[in-house]
């Protein structure tokens, strides 16, 4: 039995904890260690439906290297601007996460960056490179400009979903 099995079936959730979860499906209990496990939401030991991927909206974070991307000049309306900069994310990780992660994850608080925004310079923020690419396109038809540094790397890992639980890790091994 490899995970790749049990996907879109119904599993019970026996047992989890940092390390590994404890699966029933049809009266057989599985273990899946996390290798490497980078982000997870457990909370209930429940019947479920898994299902596993390797692209999905959540994954962006873990699968995609993170770019930094520095002002150079200032918009001129900034609340399309930010509008704007909150809809790419939005429409990129389909509102797993929000702007204000990727402040937290560019050490930012919303004062700096709004201030590097109406100052123009400085840094503005660090994401994936899927959602820089998309900021770029922006910034290029607004005619801002900026400069932004990191190389673009894409990176596997898994996304073990079950219902509204999740754990994502570079790999899941049975055990």
């Known amino acids: ?22 699966l029933n499906f049809e009266n057989e209990n599985y273990r899946f260690d996390y290798l490497e496990k980078k982000e997870a939401f457990l909370k ?5 439906k898994l299902k ?14 993170f770019l930094e991307i520095f002002l150079n ?5 900034i609340e399309f601007f930010l509008e704007n900069i909150e809809g790419i994310i939005h429409n990129r990780v389909q509102g797993f996460r929000e702007l204000k992660d990727y402040l937290n994850k560019s050490n930012l608080d919303f004062e700096t960056f ?31 400009k900026f400069k932004i540094f990191g190389e673009p790397k894409k990176i596997k890992n ?9 754990v994502i890790s570079r790999k899941f091994n049975l055990k």
């Open 114 to 144: 709004l201030k590097n925004i109406n100052d123009g310079k400085g840094k503005f923020m660090n994401a994936p490179f899927s959602i820089v690419v998309e900021i770029e396109k922006f910034f290029i038809e607004n005619n801002i």
């Open 73 to 77: 000049s200032k918009p001129q309306n």
């Open 44 to 48: 209930h030991r429940t019947v479920c």
């Open 158 to 166: 898994q996304l073990l979903i079950l219902d509204n639980q999740y």
């Open 1 to 22: 039995m490899i995970i790749e099995d049990l996907n879109n079936q119904i599993v019970e959730i026996q047992d989890f904890n940092s390390n590994y979860i404890i």
């Open 52 to 65: 596993l991927f390797s692209d999905h909206p959540l994954l962006i974070d873990y699968n995609e290297s």
